[in-house]
């Protein structure tokens, strides 16, 4: 008989990770910073068993939490770091969520304990798209636009990367400023996370984190274009769509099958075999919603071919 169902026969509560204050509201907050706050978990005092923390797990792409796993004794309490990027985030009421697991003693069990952090977010500043894509066979630029409505705008003074092969321009634009990417044509093969982090003169937009993710693929590979589907709703919309079309460099392509286990993207796709294959990717939420998901497009030509589109979305 386990601890927990042991605990519950003799009337005892089983042994829980506690947090005081599992949800919190942050207010009103400006989209664009990093916006962070740490939680606090507990083993209680007077628990026998110690609890492991194992995992910390975000509800979506734009949360993060750094947190390696932690052995909390009866009375010791450990730091939850989370940060969202509210660069990719609507604008409005907004709660994002994320999961602690963890074991008690020697208990293989695994018990969770639910976080939730809330702001209402406030638009000044726009990072259009507010994230980017690379998915090419050599070198590729992308630009990202910056928009300040107030009646001083910021200035991006710097823009730096991740990546050695990501290198960045910053230039005046037509209402704001430009910020071009250049992926070199001799980076490595492969698919990696990177970030654009966009320095200002203002303190309060300090700096702006935006997502890029690269793939990098060999010559004879299929590409996709637009290699990732950017989708910002007007008020009152509460549906998108975008198509992506599938090369192989003038080889035949065929849709074996189109998925993305987000609830809020519905994905179609062409039959039958020829130059060109589109997936239509459909994005169904309530208006202020946001959020960032992947379509995994399998093909039957050229035969074992698996090509990820990132999908992104966000409200006015």
């Known amino acids: 008989m386990n601890a927990i169902l042991l605990a519950v026969v003799l009337g005892a509560p089983p042994v829980e990770l506690v947090c005081p204050a599992a949800e919190v509201d942050l207010g009103e907050k400006k989209c664009g910073p990093q916006l962070t706050h740490t939680f606090t978990v507990a083993n209680p ?11 910390v797990a975000a509800g ?8 390696t796993i932690r052995r909390l004794a009866p009375g010791e309490s450990a730091a939850i770091p989370i940060t969202v990027n509210t660069l990719t985030q609507a604008a409005g009421p907004n709660a994002w969520h994320a999961t602690v697991s963890y074991t008690v003693g020697a208990n293989a069990v695994v018990q969770h304990l639910p976080l939730t ?3 209402r977010l406030v638009r000044e500043v726009t990072v259009s798209p507010p994230s980017l894509a690379f998915s090419t066979t050599s070198g590729a630029k992308q630009t990202l636009t910056v928009t ?4 001083k705008p910021l200035t991006v003074t710097k823009a730096t990367t991740t990546a050695p092969h990501l290198t960045t321009t910053v230039r005046p634009a037509a209402g704001g400023q430009e910020v071009e990417l250049v992926l070199a044509a001799e980076s490595p093969a492969g698919e990696t996370d990177e970030a654009v982090t966009l320095f200002t003169d203002d303190p309060e937009y300090a700096e702006l984190r935006v ?6 693929r060999p010559a004879a590979d299929v590409s996709a274009t637009p290699a990732a589907v950017n989708l910002r709703f007007a008020a009152g919309q509460s549906e998108l769509s975008a198509l992506v079309q599938l090369r192989a460099g003038g080889k035949a392509v065929a849709v074996a099958k189109a998925e993305c286990d987000h609830p809020s993207v519905r994905v179609k796709w062409s039959d039958g075999s020829g130059p060109v294959a589109t997936v239509r990717v459909v994005v169904v939420v309530a208006a202020a919603a946001a959020g960032q998901a992947d379509v995994r497009v399998t093909l039957a030509e050229p035969p074992g071919t698996v090509v990820t589109v990132p999908v992104t979305w966000s409200g006015r």
């Open 148 to 151: 300040d409505r107030r009646a």
């Open 117 to 119: 952090l809330k702001a």
């Open 60 to 67: 979506c792409g734009c949360v993060r939490s750094d947190v």
């Open 45 to 55: 005092v007077g628990n026998r068993d110690p609890i492991v923390i194992s995992q």
């Open 211 to 216: 997502p890029v993710r690269v793939t990098k």
